[in-house]
């Protein structure tokens, strides 16, 4: 059974700056992907950032300069590090991954966190 946990969120202002951290746990062979979501009520899930295992990241334009991904893969942890917040980054952020738990496992799975409130207000 693999976990994701994310931690990191809470207040700031805007301007301020946060980072979030999804650590994966549980029986974890290889990760192909590691990706950050955000989600506001009444809105679809949004792609925020995203690393693949050549870790090369992508960013969507809202986002581009302003946050980072990273990872540490000793410790099957992703990072997003978010700089100059606006109040329209306000959103639920989840991690997502894609995983094979064991080298017998042909195709990867994918898995979710729990999500973390971001909140940039004044």
Not at 23 to 30: D, M, N, Q, T
Not at 48 to 70: E, H, L, P, Q, T
Not at 101 to 113: A, E, H, K, L, R
């Amino acid at each position: 059974q693999v976990q994701l946990l994310e931690s990191g969120g809470g207040l700031v202002q805007p301007g301020g700056s946060l980072r979030l951290s999804c650590a994966a746990s549980g029986s974890i062979f290889s990760i192909n992907a590691m990706d950050w979501y955000r989600q506001t009520p009444g809105n679809e899930r949004e792609l925020v950032a995203s690393m693949r295992a050549s870790r090369i990241a992508n960013y969507a334009d809202s986002v581009k300069g302003r946050f980072a991904i990273s990872k540490d893969n000793a410790k099957n942890t992703m990072y997003l590090q978010m700089n100059s917040l606006k109040p329209e980054d306000t959103a639920v952020y989840y991690c997502y991954a894609e995983i094979k738990p064991s080298p017998y496992v042909t195709t990867w799975s994918s898995y979710w966190g729990q999500g973390t409130q971001v909140t940039v207000s004044s």
